[in-house]
């Protein structure tokens, strides 16, 4: 009997379902045959953030039972975030430890949203990873790329971050700046396209 120890499962691209071309990069059609499983999970996000948003509570605990139901896996107790919060989706959210995300955040995570260890996010900050293309004809289509918030960073209040921005390690993104580019670890940026300001020097 052969062991299927240290055995992989490949897809090629027609074998992959509609959440994993979402993730990858590929168009996705409203009329694609696929799409009313993709819709079920955006109609749960929207039930959930209802939810989520109208909480008569100041209790974090359960404030984060309702965000673990939203993103499909529980965060950790040191999460904290201020309601209200949005998002289009919500399954492809992941939270590391030590993680404040301020009030009125809105995390458009279909591409899925990384955010590690020691994160803080501004008040009203969008976090967008789906567009359109941009070609008339395909334009209620929508394509996804991923975000990535590495520990230590700081996005501030208002900012905006595009589809397939990586922000490094303890950098900081001003207020109200529009990243559409990856920003190098232990820097500030700002600015509409988000440029460097300065470079932070650390002690350690």
Same mark, same amino acid.
């Given at each position: ?57 100041? *209790?974090?605990?359960? %404030? ?5 139901? @939203? #993103? /499909?896996? &529980? !965060? ?32 458009? *995570?279909?591409?899925? %949203? ?5 994160? @803080? #996010? /501004?008040? &009203? !900050? ?79």
């Amino acid at each position: 009997m052969m062991s299927d120890t240290n055995t992989t499962t490949t897809f090629s691209e027609s074998e992959k379902d509609i959440f994993a071309r979402d993730q990858s990069g590929e168009i996705i059609s409203l009329n694609d045959p696929e799409y009313p499983q993709l819709f079920k999970v955006i109609q749960k996000a929207i039930r959930t953030t209802a939810r989520l948003n109208t909480l008569v509570t100041d *209790d974090q605990q359960e %404030i984060n039972t309702v965000f673990s139901e @939203l #993103i /499909g896996r &529980k !965060v950790d107790d040191t999460f904290f975030i201020i309601p209200p919060f949005y998002t289009d989706f919500g399954e492809n959210i992941t939270i590391g430890k030590n993680v404040f995300v301020n009030h009125a955040c809105t995390f458009m *995570d279909r591409g899925g %949203i990384t955010i590690e260890d020691n994160v @803080l #996010i /501004g008040p &009203k !900050v969008n976090l967008i990873t789906t567009n359109h293309p941009i070609h008339p004809s395909e334009r209620r289509a929508t394509i996804s790329h991923p975000i990535l918030i590495k520990k230590g960073a700081w996005i501030g209040v208002g900012a905006t971050i595009l589809p397939g921005v990586t922000v490094g390690e303890n950098s900081i993104v001003a207020a109200g700046a529009v990243v559409s580019k990856d920003v190098p670890n232990n820097v500030i940026v700002g600015g509409i396209p988000a440029k460097i300001i300065k470079e932070i020097q650390l002690d350690y």
